[in-house]
């Protein structure tokens, strides 16, 4: 079983060498290749330095381009499962294996949810990951307790329907589709780390309109998609 | 607002509708991209089936024709929609000259080293 663990990094100079050598430490025997993508900072030469292996995109491509890449390389290279890492140390390498190990239950698709605990939490991020999560039970009958977590792990089958596919981003309306063309989907309890450095993605502009994306994509287009096998 | 203009729109909004989603099942089409349009379409039913909207916000301005506070909104929408997609292709184009100079000096970088061998 090839395993192939992936890290997007954009301008995630120091705390790449952290994240890489957390990730030797907890899981020696799978694969893992940085893409950079596109930093204007030193991350690139961090890994060449360190004879890290890293797929150096010439230009920015954003978190989409970035997940499409290092799915490209598993299918390219015949891996069994693939999963992204973050650079910037939010996701813990300890919870790896635990996720492989769900995925040979038989699973397609298995998410890191930072909300399997039961734990009360509140906040804006906490409400719309609520309400995602709402909209992706009554599509798919199916529940996600974290729509939107950066840890998540697909096997080969989906590796290949990741790949081919035009609208299938790394993104909530995605699984929902997945799951509704017939993939098996779990969670497995994670906890992750506040981010050490660089800044969040989200603003809250484009909260607002990744939310409205994510409604109408869900609730509405999901039902007029053809399905992937 | 006359039942002729509101008949027009509704019927207009779901041919439109229809042909997104006809795109979006042929994969002919990035998903992002069209829920501007798709929002845009179920706006104007909304309008159309309800008109009372339009004449609260025609009122509130102080325009005394619905139809003109319509057409001011679409127009409005338009224009922010025409700005989205002029810094797109500003930024597309600064991301399409990065990448032909860097393919071009790699290129220049390798015929280099191929007629001066160490």
């Known amino acids: 079983m090839k395993v192939l663990i992936f890290i997007p990094a954009y301008n995630e100079q120091y705390t790449i060498k952290n994240v890489v050598e957390n990730l030797r430490l907890h899981c020696p025997e799978f694969d893992f290749v940085v893409i950079d993508d ?17 797929i150096a995109l010439p230009i920015n491509l954003g ?73 992706f039970k009554l599509t798919t009958g199916v529940r996600m307790t974290d729509p939107t977590s950066g840890m998540r792990m697909v096997n080969k089958r989906m590796i290949r329907a990741l790949c081919d596919n035009l609208n299938l981003g790394p993104e909530p309306d995605t699984w929902a589709f997945l ?12 906890r992750m780390n506040e981010r050490l450095a660089g800044n969040s993605y989200f603003t809250f502009g484009k909260s607002i309109a990744f939310m409205i994306r994510m409604c109408v994509s869900i609730l509405f287009i999901i039902w007029f998609r053809k399905r992937v096998d | 607002m006359a039942i002729e203009l509101r008949v027009t729109l509704i019927i207009v909004s779901v041919l439109a509708l229809i042909y997104i989603i006809n795109r979006i099942r042929h994969s002919k089409v990035n998903i992002n991209d069209t829920i501007f349009w798709i929002v845009f379409a179920v706006l104007l039913i909304l309008i159309s089936v309800f008109p009372m909207i339009i004449f609260f916000f025609a009122g509130l301005l102080g325009i005394q024709s619905p139809q003109n506070f319509l057409f001011l909104l679409i127009i409005g929408i338009m224009m922010l929609r025409i700005f989205t997609i002029s810094v797109k292709v500003s930024v597309l184009q600064d991301k399409l000259t990065a990448l032909v100079q860097k393919t071009a000096i790699q290129d220049f970088k390798e015929d280099k080293e191929k007629n001066n061998p160490k």
């Open chain 1, 179 to 190: 799951v509704r063309s017939g993939a098996k989907m779990a969670e497995v309890p994670v």
């Open chain 1, 38 to 54: 596109g930093s204007a900072d030193d991350t690139k030469k961090i890994c060449r330095e360190n004879g890290f292996p890293c």
């Open chain 1, 63 to 135: 978190l989409d381009g970035v997940f499409q890449t290092g799915i490209r390389y598993a299918y390219q290279n015949g891996y069994d499962i693939a999963m992204p890492f973050d650079g910037d140390g939010q996701h813990n390498a300890e919870y790896v294996k635990p996720m492989v190990a769900k995925m040979l239950e038989g699973y397609d698709i298995v998410i890191g949810s930072r909300f399997l605990d039961g734990k009360k939490r509140g906040g804006m991020r906490i409400v719309g990951s609520g309400i995602i999560s709402f909209f």
